[in-house]
């Protein structure tokens, strides 16, 4: 929503939803793929990729990029991306305490979550860094500064719209960092499990403890050759 506030800014809601779909939709399978066949990796202990660490690696970092958008400086937008995707880490770190995933499925989940947010950030913070560093160089003659300042009022309307759109990111922001106490509590994984079980036939979902027996097995079984 806080992106499509701003024309401008379009093309990089477009090219996040792509990267959020595709990552969702790798999550889902590889999910799917293991509780349905027993696909994963004993050597990797990967079961899956973390959703929750793909979650916040793809969506922290733009609601950090749409809550900075009234600051000029690259820096300040930088630091706020890095300070965004340290604490995508610490949540997909949060999931190894719990038993909830293995370090490779909260690492390979952080890494697909950040490469959907890189994909759709890359471009424009990109350009926002060389609009700073142009902006050091001393400046050509009055005519550019006169140029810089229709350039100003001209965008008076785009800056009214990125700053609806970065009040929506940190409202955004606020909304889903109370979820976890003010929403009830998600059934997705019994969701996937369900799906998982109609596609395979199986009576039961493939476990990890079944995944590291059969891989103990097939090593018992060569050294027995």
Known sequence: MGLWACPAQRGVARRWLL????????????????????????????????GHAMSAASVLPLLAWLGLQACASARWRA????????????????RLPVGAHSPSEALLGFLLGAGASLFALAAPFGEALSASLRSLL?????GSAGAARLGEGADAAPARALRRGAMLAILMAGVLSAAPWISPP?????????????LSGRPAPFTRHQLHRRAAEALALAQAR
Do not use: C, E, N
């Open 19 to 50: 990267g959020f779909v595709a990552a969702v939709s790798l999550t889902l399978a590889s999910k799917v793929a293991f509780m349905g066949w027993g696909i994963g990796s004993a050597d990797w202990d990967f079961t899956g990729f973390s």
């Open 138 to 142: 001393p400046a050509g003659s009055a």
């Open 79 to 94: 630091a706020g991306l890095l300070l965004a995707y340290g604490l995508a880490a610490g949540i997909a770190y949060s």
């Open 186 to 198: 998600t059934r997705s994984h019994q969701w996937v499990t369900a799906l998982s079980l109609k």
